[in-house]
Nanobody, 122 residues
Framework: QVQLVESGGGLVRAGDSLRLSCAAS????????VAWFRQAPGKKREWVAH????????DYRDSVKGRFTISRDNEKSTVWLQMNSLKPEDTAVYYC???????????????WGQGTQVTVSS
């Protein structure tokens, strides 16, 4: 059973930085495509960024491009989301997700973490 555990969330001010971590266990992590999603209060969960198992496919939603960076260490089975220049609209619960195989347009993420709260005050 694959488990994903996020950490690193918190309360920060606009303009600050946070680094979220996601530790994976129970699976062949190097074969996973990984991603971060977020869900703000009253809104649907939205994709933030993904990183394929080889690193060849990487992308970000427009609103975080240039501010967020997704990265991974396969030996540590860990994914990170470095978030800089945070804005109040980045406030949400952030979820780590993973799925087996290369990323495609219809990729389905099979595994999800429990989420970590990020709150950005103005």
């Amino acid at each position: 059973q694959v488990q994903l555990v996020e950490s690193g969330g918190g309360l920060v001010r606009a303009g600050d930085s946070l680094r979220l971590s996601c530790a994976a266990s129970g699976g062949n992590f190097p074969s996973f495509t990984v991603a971060w999603f977020r869900q703000a209060p009253g809104k649907k969960r939205e994709w933030v960024a993904h990183l394929s198992m080889t690193g060849q496919s990487i992308d970000y939603r427009d609103s975080v491009k240039g501010r967020f960076t997704i990265s991974r260490d396969n030996e540590k089975s860990t994914v990170w989301l470095q978030m800089n220049s945070l804005k109040p609209e980045d406030t949400a619960v952030y979820y780590c997700a993973a799925g087996r195989g290369p990323y495609t347009a219809t990729f389905q993420f099979e595994y999800w973490g429990q989420g970590t709260q990020v709150t950005v005050s103005s």
